[in-house]
């Protein structure tokens, strides 16, 4: 009896490793999130607005240890080129980005800059951030994909003229390193 109890024993020890989870958790619990991101705002097309796939953006933003992730964003439209600021928080156990973006248009006439608020952009951007497998272990494997909702405002009419474009958001980490001189950090 107790041979074939030992038997047994072995048989289920030896066979409950083959069920052992490999590599991890299948989670991104605590993923290191902490770095510096470029990315691409490119304009999905709608039907009832022909000009809103020739919308492009770019954005580079630092996400930090502690504290909000600020960077600059640039929007080039049918009518205008924005440029500004986009502010958010990486949350590294959801892996998730949710940032806001402003922009306003510069314009160069006669040598000098000067920036309007007749025209305007504000608009959302939410994204994950998801490590992608790949032979080569870069910091470029860490990529950002999500949507943005941008809407741009014409002052100069009277009511005010209103735009609302969809955007897929495309980026990847250039480094791991935090970066330095944050809002929040100062």
Do not use: W
Request: glycine share 12%.
């Amino acid at each position: 009896m107790k041979a074939l109890f030992g038997s047994l024993l072995c048989l289920v020890l030896a066979s409950s490793q083959s069920f052992a989870l490999k590599g991890g958790p299948p989670y991104p619990v605590g993923t290191n999130i902490v770095g510096t991101y470029a990315g691409v705002l490119q304009g999905e097309f709608d039907p009832t607005n022909p000009r809103s796939s020739n919308t492009l953006g770019i954005f580079s933003l630092g996400i930090p240890q502690t504290g909000l992730s600020s960077g600059s964003v640039a929007l080039f439209t049918g009518e205008r080129t924005f440029v500004g600021t986009i502010q958010g928080i990486g949350d590294p156990n959801k892996a998730t980005l949710r940032a806001t973006l402003q922009a306003v248009p510069v314009v160069t006439g006669g040598g000098q800059t000067i920036t309007t608020l007749n025209f305007h952009a504000d608009g959302t951007l939410n994204a994950n951030i998801k490590t992608v497998r790949s032979a080569f272990v870069t910091v470029a494997n860490t990529r950002i994909e999500g949507t943005s909702t941008i809407t741009t405002t014409n002052r100069n009419t009277s009511p005010p003229t209103v735009s609302i474009a969809s955007f897929l958001v495309d980026g990847f980490k250039q480094s791991n390193a935090a970066p330095t001189g944050t809002a929040a950090g100062g």
